[in-house]
């Protein structure tokens, strides 16, 4: 650990004591406002930022890392991450510090803006605190209203849009590889925001795809040819987000009591056209058609079980915004569709991989509110 802090972090802050701004920005997102430079925070200061770390505001607790809310002498909220003292995993500790050079240097209004860290005393994350928590904390907890489909519409163009920048947009590519809705914080305003990026990797402009072991991640949102190769490309990222869509349009957990998948249960219904049989009931009919329709065939293609006919979040934004939708470009060859057909899902990870390995290390509603 010694090792990994005087040398990792001298080269670190060696290179990222300015803004990562305009420099990183594509055509397609100038509109998107330079950030400040992100500062170094003591360890005191965030001390008295969380009241001492206090249980009181602990918002978030994964197996490596909690999450604290707190604020600072100017009055900003802020949440902090830090990596748990009883961790003793190098691999945990070099996780985390790839997170601080991975979200160090993305800038985009749906990715969630690292404020600083501090590496005294342990390793900590600053990010901006939302306040109404992730897109899971909202749709799936029984005491808040049911999310309106405007609502739910916003967040998926957002996240959307989030993960292009993430995979086109950066000066190096970033597949996130834990797009779920616990991992997409929301605003006051309900834009999207994606946060932890403990899984991300950076993927170098001349490789195709990248090969990972162990494979970590989330059930439900697996893509067959990582979890059964340990491939990631961005159509690792597609798929997932992919079951997200689902997730918004149906209001369903990715994965329900006995262990079915939701793209195991929405692919048939979706290639039937039946779309209305998809969507929140607890909507009551209050959705757009024309937008449904969008999202719908978008996650259709995202779910694909082959990677190749999957399409890039490029192609993704063009099905959900506006423009007449051309499912023949889509569609596939009769052999491909054969194998689109046989089932394989939640069930199968259980007899590929012991349940350690596959668990998400993710928070499950990190940088969230209570």
Known sequence: M??????SFKRLFSFKRRSFGKEFLTPEDKETPERPTWKCFSYQELFEATNGFCSENLVGKGGYAEVYKGKLEDNEEIAVKRLTKSCNDERKEKEFLTEIGTIGHVCHPNVLPLLGCCIDNGLYLVFEFSSRGSVASLLHDENEPVMEWKIRHKIALGTARGLHYLHKG?????????IKASNVLLTSDFEPQISDFGLAKWLPSQWTHHSIAPIEGT?????????????????????????????????????????????????????GG????????????????????????????????????????????????????????????????????????????????????????????SVTSN
């Open 219 to 271: 059930f439900g949102h697996l893509a067959p040819e990582y979890y059964l190769h340990g491939i990631v490309d961005e159509k690792t990222d597609v798929f997932a987000f992919g079951v997200f869509l689902l997730e918004l349009i149906s209001g369903k957990k990715p994965v329900d009591g006995s262990n079915q998948s939701l793209h195991n249960w929405a692919r048939p219904i979706l290639k």
């Open 2 to 7: 010694n090792y990994i802090r005087s040398y």
């Open 170 to 178: 950066c000066q190096r590519r970033i597949i996130h590889r834990d």
């Open 274 to 365: 039946e779309l209305e049989k998809v969507v929140d009931p607890s909507l009551e009919g209050a959705y757009d058609v024309s937008e449904l329709t969008r999202l719908a065939f978008a996650a259709s293609l995202c779910i694909r079980s082959s990677s190749t006919w999957r399409p890039t979040m490029t192609q993704v934004l063009e099905v959900m915004e506006e423009g007449e939708i051309d499912k023949d470009k889509w569609k596939m060859e009769e052999d491909e569709e054969e194998e689109e057909d046989v089932i394989w899902g939640f069930e199968d990870l259980e007899y590929e991989y012991e349940y350690d390995s596959l668990s998400s290390t993710s928070l499950p509603d």
